[in-house]
T-cell receptor, first 115, second 112 residues
């Protein structure tokens, strides 16, 4: 079975540019999570969706961040405008049947560098 | 504020020894606990889940849960250099309607 698929794997861009990260969850999974991971802060939950509906975006750091899930097989995380402090690894994860009592399956991540 | 605490390490053990990784959680109502392994530059990978007090064994891995002490541990028997990674502990919340809370992870180094 295909796992969670993220693209791009690496992104290097200049400050002020728009960045779009993409995620395809595991087919049939009804929860989708976006995380950011840094050495200092560890793994931080940014936002999660249930059946394509955003449930909790309290982890989104600023209005510069936005996320959408137009259908069950696709989600985007957008940063506009990007800043150097946004540099991190961004993971997408999905799970089936529960927001916290079911294991989450992670994609390979997008390593984002803002110059 | 729900928290999951782990010693950041590094924890160094010789090859063939037992590695013991520990995790404490703040929400007394937590019911579900997970251990993820994350190799450098890779994504977290689920290796164990535990929901009841006691031990759960899977191959060389044993997860231990003590809800009274709010303590979860992961034992790795016969540690191998390939076990060298960061291990993340995660727990749910009392309500079950909020996402998992992850610890920052413990870095394990198995020395050949």
């Amino acid at each position: 079975d295909a796992g969670v698929i993220q693209s791009p794997r690496h992104e290097v861009t200049e400050m002020g540019q728009e960045v779009t990260l993409r995620c395809k969850p595991i087919s049939g999974h009804d929860y989708l999570f976006w995380y950011r991971q840094t050495m200092m802060r560890g793994l931080e939950l940014l936002i999660y969706f249930n059946n394509n509906v955003p449930i909790d975006d309290s982890g989104m750091p600023e209005d510069r961040f936005s996320a959408k899930m137009p259908n069950a097989s696709f989600s985007t995380l957008k940063i506009q405008p990007s800043e150097p402090r946004d540099s991190a690894v961004y993971f997408c994860a999905s799970s089936l049947g529960g927001v916290s009592n079911q294991p989450q399956h992670f994609g390979d991540g997008t390593r984002l560098s803002i110059l | 504020q729900k928290e999951v605490e782990q010693n950041s390490g590094p924890l160094s053990v010789p090859e063939g020894a037992i590695a013991s990784l520990n995790c404490t959680y703040s929400d007394r109502g937590s019911q579900s606990f997970f251990w993820y392994r994350q190799y450098s530059g890779k994504s977290p990978e689920l290796i164990m889940s535990i929901y009841s007090n006691g031990d759960k064994e899977d191959g060389r891995f044993t997860a231990q849960l003590n809800k009274a002490s709010q303590y979860v541990s992961l034992l790795i028997r016969d540690s191998q250099p390939s076990d060298s990674a960061t291990y993340l502990c995660a727990s749910d919340s009392l309500s079950g309607n909020t996402p998992l809370v992850f610890g920052k992870g413990t870095r394990l180094s198995v020395i050949a």
